[in-house]
Nanobody, 115 residues
Framework: QVQLVESGGGLVPTGGSLRLSCAASRSINSLNYMGWHRQAPGAQREFVARIFSNGATNYADSAKGRFTISRDNAKNTVHLQMNSLKPEDTAVYYC?????????WGQGTQVTVPS
């Protein structure tokens, strides 16, 4: 199993920045990938960004150019730097990892960008 602890959410004005962090209970090198999804009120959960064990990344179109995913191998932590935030980025952000064919999810952290 993998436990995930997220941090870094909060309230930020339009155009502001936040950095989300997710610490895993296992070595990042043992995980197929680490990433983020989000779920806005009344909407389905959607993919945001992912970083694979080989360092490759991919992003949702809504995140490209504004969000950057990175990892700290020594701390088994993945970060999501979010810049130029918009009201439509308001959501609960969930950390997710894949380990031995199974996905694990964090409990989520709220990001609010008032309109």
């Amino acid at each position: 199993q993998v436990q995930l602890v997220e941090s870094g959410g909060g309230l930020v004005p339009t155009g502001g920045s936040l950095r989300l962090s997710c610490a895993a209970s296992r070595s990042i090198n043992s995980l197929n990938y680490m990433g983020w999804h989000r779920q806005a009120p009344g909407a389905q959960r959607e993919f945001v960004a992912r970083i694979f064990s080989n360092g490759a990344t991919n992003y949702a179109d809504s995140a490209k150019g504004r969000f950057t995913i990175s990892r700290d191998n020594a701390k088994n932590t993945v970060h999501l730097q979010m810049n130029s935030l918009k009201p439509e980025d308001t959501a609960v952000y969930y950390c997710t990892v894949r380990y031995i064919g199974r996905e694990y999810w964090g409990q989520g952290t709220q990001v609010t960008v008032p309109s």
